[in-house]
C-alpha cells in the first residue's frame, strides 16, 4: 500500500471546467509538493508546502491553485486550463526540513490529465 | 544549463544481466543529496536509493548499487541481475539549495527495457 495517494488517476476536462485534484499522505510528513510531468521533460516542481504553509510556487500560472488544509492533505484547484497543461501531475510528501540532506521525497501514483 | 544529465534516452539489456545507468551533476554547492527514482507505466515515482555527497562508501540497496564518483559529478545507478519488472523509467535527482530553500531537480530520465 503506498503511503501517498491521489485522485482520481485519470482526469479529462474541457477548457472551461473547473476541477480540482487530491492528494492524501500517510507518512507523518511535514511537506507536501505537487509536480508536473509533461512528454519529454523534465519533472517540473510546481508548489512546495511545509507545515501547511506554501514556501514555494515555481512561476505557476494562477489557472492552478493549491491548497494544503493540514500536512495530510493536498489539493490542486485546476480551472480555466489549456491543452498544453495537459500532463502527469504527482504529489510528493517528506520529513521537511527535520530530514537533513538526506530527506527523501515518496511519490504518490499521479493524475493523468487530458484538457480538451 | 543543466544541473542534471542523463545521456541515455533509451537502454536495453537482457535478464539476468547487470545494466548501468549514467547520471552527472552539475553543482558548486559542497552539500548535496542524489537520489534514483524509478517510475513504472503506472505512473508512480519509486524512490531507489540515495547517495550523500559526504558518504564515504557507495549506497547499495539490494540489487541496485551507486558508482558515485565525487571528482567526475558521476552517479552511476548499477542494477545487478536484471528482471523484467525492471523495465521503466529511472530519474536520478539531486537535492540542492537554491534561493534558502530545498529543492530536487530531475534529470530526463532513461527507458529501460529488459528482453527476457
Known amino acids: 500500500e503506498t503511503g501517498v495517494t491521489q485522485t482520481p488517476r485519470h482526469l479529462v476536462m474541457g477548457m472551461t471546467n473547473k476541477k480540482s485534484l487530491k492528494c492524501e499522505q500517510h507518512?507523518?510528513?511535514?511537506?507536501m509538493y505537487w509536480y508536473k510531468q509533461s512528454a519529454k521533460k523534465p519533472l517540473e516542481l510546481m508548489f512546495v508546502y511545509n507545515f501547511k504553509e506554501q514556501t514555494e510556487n515555481n512561476s505557476v500560472p494562477s489557472r492552478f491553485s493549491p491548497e494544503c488544509p493540514n500536512s495530510s492533505h493536498l489539493f490542486l484547484h485546476l480551472h480555466t486550463l489549456q491543452p498544453e497543461d495537459s500532463a502527469l501531475y504527482l504529489c510528493a510528501s517528506s520529513l521537511g526540513l527535520a530530514g537533513g540532506l538526506k530527506e527523501t521525497q515518496y511519490f504518490g501514483p499521479g493524475t493523468r490529465l487530458l484538457v480538451l | 544549463a543543466q544541473k542534471i544529465t542523463q545521456t541515455q534516452p533509451g537502454m536495453f539489456v537482457q535478464e539476468k544481466e547487470a545494466v548501468t545507468l549514467d547520471c552527472t551533476y552539475d553543482t558548486s554547492d559542497p552539500s548535496y543529496g542524489l537520489f534514483w527514482y524509478k517510475q513504472p507505466s503506472s505512473g508512480e515515482m519509486i524512490f531507489l536509493i540515495y547517495?550523500?555527497?559526504?558518504?564515504?562508501q557507495n549506497a547499495t540497496e539490494g540489487r541496485y548499487s551507486l558508482n558515485f564518483q565525487k571528482a567526475r559529478k558521476s552517479a552511476n545507478l548499477v542494477i545487478s541481475a536484471s528482471q523484467l519488472g525492471d523495465s521503466a523509467m529511472y530519474f536520478c535527482?539531486?537535492?540542492?539549495?537554491?534561493?534558502?530553500?530545498?529543492?530536487?531537480?530531475f534529470g530526463k530520465g532513461t527507458k529501460l527495457t529488459v528482453n527476457p
Open positions: 535527482a539531486m537535492r540542492e539549495t537554491i534561493g534558502g530553500s530545498e529543492k530536487l531537480v
Open positions: 507518512l507523518g510528513h511535514n511537506a
Open positions: 547517495q550523500g555527497s559526504y558518504d564515504q
